[in-house]
């Protein structure tokens, strides 16, 4: 790769008062002023500011566009296809999400072949995977009528290990009257967050979190090819061993559930998981100077978990391993009124 | 980057395969020895590590040739030494099906089961192999040698075919074709051949049945001209064409290729000039980029590799030309992994031209720069999708991107590209010798000049032919001989896994683009597979399902579901136990179909479903038709 040119330092019409940098100057492009562009969404006329995406200028009109990989603090990636729509003039549909308006476009965002392909790409991923803990994605099933059951009952779940061992280009045939599925155990290898790619949509988002979107650690990737395609660590080698620094940002980015706090996901089981009974607190997490917005949801007077808010400006949405999962300490108060108690007693003696 | 590397230390062998490619470590930091007096105090290697990702795949190739699998431990050293995330790379290696992550024995044959080779006996053949040699995979004696069902290889002039690759300190590759049991299993059972006699030479004969007639353009030097030699090909006027193009200018060449109104000869038919335009504009984004698309990967479709194995200095010539025209500074030909011969003789060529000067800087004493790069493919039709081709060549998934933006404006390392495949590329010198108007006289108005066929099936004599735009099929097929033995046509798939199943009452198309589509049908990448009455088409069928299945990259939830969907569907068709009616049951693959056609990002999940509907409709009719 190469660069683009330099100028040679102190070489242009730099004042000499001004101490000159003894590296090359980068230069700063002028910034354009942005251009309109005049686009027709269902046969609304709307100017949008240049480089506006489809799916925000559907969200200006009010028009509601489901989204499942998309999200406002990652990079666009359009794998999903649930918020395709249609462009007058395209042969085929275009992803909202990342779709530039140009000018004189002409957007149909409910036609009976954007329908289709949303109901279809609904009916792909309830069949092959969990969708059980995916609130919004059966939001949109009921929206668009979906019925996975249309590809026959789900075949038997892949034994652990199974799906991180699959060879691409390797056929096996399949049984035609079972849908395939990426079923399998749920991977249980530390204390603080699970993976359950049963609950996989491989919306890419927990790649781009740990990678240059949120976190630059690299601790997972996508391997594999096609149907076999997983969110993996390099060998499928456990997280304690892998690269991951516990942030759990990708855990605040998954759309599915699939990947979760340990605490959630242990009272989950034990059937005492109960979101409408839970409060969220916003908070200020106490560890460093970096004033990270906490939201703390607390169920029964207990935190059981912490994100952050998407629109926050320190952290859009991330966090790190203090602010996600340090907040045990509070919940000490059992030991705290021992302690209490026993350094008042100790007090005493003196 | 601060690495985490997390797998085992490399052996010294490990380190001397990765080292084949990126040469010795130059720092403490990516793995050599730490120089106190340089390095004490400061951080060396990060950018320019990471300026290195492109030789991934090539470090990925070199493990996997030396050990026949990539261990942890050479994959993390090659990820020390490029600045490289192991998931990532384990990412990438995991992508590819000529690549292993598990320990695979060194010796793997890989016997094509696709549709060509199916229609000649693959299935027969690889029923015996599971019985002599057990299932796929599944390692033979003292664990050296194991066999693989592959895709298509190319090969389908001389099906059933079927490719070793011996991995070791001195790797081989041998092409069997035709193949057997018998020569499968001997070939296994070889200790180690003498180089030289590795590659199957290319019988120009068998593959160009036209071979030396007067009216052939693209194919008149194969088989007349010694492949590996420079003067031979400039005796029959090699290199003509590049100084025709240095006296007329890039513009006026640009101005040539459009007026020949020359499209793309890889399945989507874009005007080259138009493409080459695009990029030479771009006169402030530097550099500019040629990729020569050579990962010729549809099935039935081995033209590309009977130029490259042909005619190698043709190519270079042609690319040294589009380089010039568009204002390229580096070229990349893209090869399919499995065609080791197409590689070597097209390195050859590169390195003789380079040598002779005709590549590097200053060629022919003009102020041209420009060289060529070739990277191996490792087992991906994907990479066969222009940008999914980029990704690969960049040391990442072979994953196609989203278009807008498109090549011209931001195609390999981001900048402007010109992207061709090799059949297009090398009309260029066609197009220069005549000038682009005469050109265009060759044809029809809408499909100019001459088209590359890749005639195999159930014909007298496969092969590639070439034959001007607007020859019917049925001329096509009388010249090839028309259908082998005394059978009847049942169906010829025209363009490929992705292309459409036309009937014999369709035989009076004329083969051009628009003529194609008038019957609903594409040229694709120009295959005519014929089948004859004795083929079971459901199995064809099945075949064609199942590659697209294996064959989906897996980015796109309607081409990564939706192949699955669809060939678990066609399997309750083919066991006669369709849930509910077939009305029901072929309606729902209609859905299947355009949810594929319209959402997916690229053109394999676009088209994967094109030649299953086009069959569909005499699916009960195969159903009940009597097997001979």
Not at chain 1, 129 to 154: C, H, I, W
Not at chain 1, 254 to 281: I, N
């Amino acid at each position: 790769m190469s660069f683009e040119s330099q100028p040679e330092p102190g070489s242009s019409t730099v004042s000499t008062l001004v101490p000159v940098p003894a590296g090359p100057v980068p230069i700063i492009p002028e910034p354009s002023p942005r251009q309109k562009v005049d686009i027709t969404i269902d046969g609304q006329k709307l100017v949008v500011p240049e480089g506006t995406t489809l799916l925000e200028a559907c969200r200006r009109l009010g028009i509601e566009t489901p989204t499942l990989c998309f999200l406002e603090n990652l990079t666009p990636v359009n794998v999903c296809r649930i918020c395709v729509v249609e462009v007058e003039g395209s042969r085929v549909l275009v992803p909202a999400c990342s779709r530039k308006a140009e000018p004189g476009m002409v957007v149909r965002t409910d036609s009976e072949r954007v329908r289709l392909s949303r109901r279809l790409v609904l009916e792909f991923l309830a069949s092959s995977v969990d969708v059980s803990t995916a609130p919004e994605l059966k939001n949109y099933m009921q929206r668009y009528q979906a019925r996975p059951e249309r590809f026959g009952p789900a075949a038997p779940a892949a034994p652990a290990g199974g799906r991180d061992a699959a060879l691409p280009g390797l056929h096996i045939l399949p049984e035609g009257t079972m849908a395939s599925t990426v079923a399998q155990p749920v991977k249980i290898d530390n204390e603080l967050y699970v993976r359950d790619y049963s609950k996989c949509i491989l919306c890419y988002k927990c790649v781009e979190a740990c990678g240059v979107d949120a976190q630059n650690t690299f601790a997972i990737a996508v391997a594999g090819r096609g149907f076999d395609a997983r969110i993996s660590t390099e060998y499928a080698m456990p997280l304690p061993e892998s690269a991951c620094v516990y942030c759990g940002n990708c855990i605040g980015v998954c759309p599915t559930g699939a990947l979760m706090f340990r605490s959630e996901y242990e009272m989950r089981r034990a059937g005492t998981w109960d979101e409408p009974k839970q409060t969220r607190t916003d908070t200020i997490c106490p560890y460093c100077g970096v004033g990270c917005t906490l939201t703390l949801h607390v169920q029964d007077n207990t935190i059981v978990k912490a994100t952050s808010p998407l629109e926050q400006d320190i952290t859009r949405g991330h966090l790190c391993i203090k602010g996600r999962f340090g907040w045990q300490f509070v919940q000490n108060r059992g030991n705290l009124e021992a302690e209490e108690k026993s350094g008042l007693e100790s007090n005493r003696d003196d | 980057m601060d690495l985490r590397l997390t797998g085992a230390e490399p052996t010294s062998e490990e380190k001397i395969a990765v080292e084949s490619v990126l040469g010795p470590p130059d720092s403490g930091w990516v793995g050599g020895t730490r120089r106190s007096e340089l390095e004490g105090h400061a951080a060396f290697g990060g950018q320019a590590a990471r300026a290195k990702r492109h030789l991934l795949l090539p470090v990925l190739h070199a493990i996997q040739s030396r050990f026949g699998w990539i261990s942890s431990g050479a994959l993390s050293y090659a990820c020390q030494r490029l600045d490289v995330p192991p998931a990532e790379a384990f990412g990438v290696a995991s992508f590819y099906g000529l690549f292993s992550v598990t320990p695979r024995p060194p010796v793997v044959v890989h016997v094509c089961d696709d549709i060509a080779c199916l229609a000649s006996g693959a299935k027969a053949m690889c029923e015996k192999l599971e019985q002599t040699l057990g299932s796929p995979g599944s390692p033979g004696p003292e664990g050296r040698t194991t066999w693989l069902r592959s895709p298509c290889l190319g090969l389908c002039e001389r099906a059933p075919a079927a490719l070793l690759s011996a991995a070791g300190k001195r790797s081989y590759e041998k092409v069997l074709a035709p193949a057997s049991p018998e020569t499968i299993t001997s070939c296994l059972n070889e200790t180690e051949s003498e180089p030289g006699n590795l590659l199957e030479r290319l019988e120009a004969s068998l593959a160009v049945p036209q071979v030396g007639q007067a009216e052939l353009r693209l194919l008149r030097r194969i088989g007349r001209v010694n492949p590996e030699s420079l003067d031979d090909y400039r005796a029959e006027g090699g290199y003509k064409m590049l100084r025709r193009a240095l006296e007329l200018g890039p513009d006026r060449v640009i101005r040539e290729v459009i007026d020949s109104k020359l499209v793309g000869r890889g399945g989507a038919a874009f005007p080259a000039g138009k493409k080459w335009a695009a990029v030479a504009a771009q006169t402030a984004r530097r550099p500019h980029y040629l990729v020569c698309n050579a990962d010729e990967s549809e099935p039935g479709t081995f033209k590309d590799r009977v130029v490259m194995e042909g005619d190698p200095f043709a190519l270079v010539e042609a690319m040294t030309i589009a380089g010039f025209a568009a204002g390229c500074e580096r070229g990349y030909l893209y090869v399919r992994g499995e065609y080791p011969l197409a590689t070597e003789r097209m390195a050859r060529a590169i390195e003789r031209t380079r040598e002779r000067g005709l590549l590097g800087d200053n060629i022919l004493g003009h102020r041209l720069s420009f060289d060529i790069e070739i990277r191996r493919g490792a087992g991906a039709y994907i990479c066969g999708e222009e940008t999914a081709l980029f990704n690969s060549i960049e040391g990442f998934r072979g994953e196609p991107r989203n278009k807008p933006p498109f090549p011209t404006e931001a195609g390999l390392f981001g900048k402007p590209t010109v992207v061709n495949n090799v059949e297009t590329l090398i009309n260029v010198l066609d197009i220069l010798g005549r000038g682009g108007a005469a050109y265009a006289s060759t044809g029809t108005s809408g499909s100019t000049g001459t088209k590359l066929f890749c005639l195999s099936g159930h014909i007298a004599r496969p092969g590639v032919y070439e034959v001007p735009f607007g020859t019917t099929l049925r001329q096509l097929i009388d010249l090839c001989g028309g259908v082998s033995g005394s059978r009847g046509l049942q169906a010829i798939l025209l363009g490929g896994a992705a292309g459409f199943f036309v009937s014999p009452q369709q035989l009076d198309t004329p083969l051009t683009f628009e003529g194609t589509r008038a019957i609903g049908a594409s040229l694709g990448s120009g295959v005519v597979m014929l089948f004859d009455d004795t083929v079971d088409l459901k199995e064809i069928l099945l075949r064609i399902a199942a590659f697209f299945r294996d064959e989906s990259c897996g980015q796109c939830v309607p081409c990564r579901v939706g192949t699955v969907r669809q060939e678990e569907l066609l399997h309750r068709l083919a066991d006669g136990r369709p849930m509910g009616s077939l009305a029901k049951e072929t309606s729902l693959l209609r859905e299947i179909g355009q949810a594929m056609r319209d959402a997916s990002i690229c053109g394999l999940g676009q088209t994967a479903s094109s030649a299953i509907e086009s069959a569909m409709a005499g699916w009960e009719r195969f159903n009940e038709r009597k097997h001979p």
